[in-house]
């Protein structure tokens, strides 16, 4: 059984940092797409990060390039979320997802077929 529970939100004011981590199991921790979704109230849910886990390959939305950095811990089968230099349009609920056998970092919803809870993020100006 596959679970995904991420943790790491919170409020933090325009420019501060926060970082969310997602812990897997019943996941190949080595050959699968992991990736950091967010969805603001009335708006879809969009893309964030994404890692592949076979390597370091990674890929963010243009909104986030430069201020945020996924990365991987296998050995916890955890992947992190560094936000820096956060702004009020990042206020969100952020949700961990895997895609099992993608070999390559994607941000295409259809491709993850699990996700998290989901953990709420609150950027004031």
């Known amino acids: 059984q596959v679970q995904l529970v991420e943790s790491g939100g919170g409020s933090v004011q325009a420019g501060g940092s926060l970082r969310l981590a997602c812990a897997a199991s019943g996941v190949d921790p080595r050959h699968t797409c992991r990736a950091w979704f967010r969805q603001a109230p009335g708006k879809e849910r969009e893309g964030v990060a994404a890692i592949y886990t076979g390597g370091d390959s990674t890929y963010y939305a243009d909104s986030v390039k430069g201020r945020f950095t996924i990365s991987q811990n296998n050995a916890k089968n955890t992947v992190y979320l560094q936000m820096n230099s956060l702004k009020p349009e990042d206020t969100a609920m952020y949700y961990c997802?895997?895609?099992?056998?993608?070999?390559?970092?994607?941000?295409?919803?259809?491709?993850?077929?699990?996700w998290g809870q989901g953990t709420q993020v609150t950027v004031s100006s």
């Open positions: 997802a895997a895609a099992p056998g993608s070999w390559y970092p994607t941000l295409r919803l259809a491709d993850f077929a699990y």
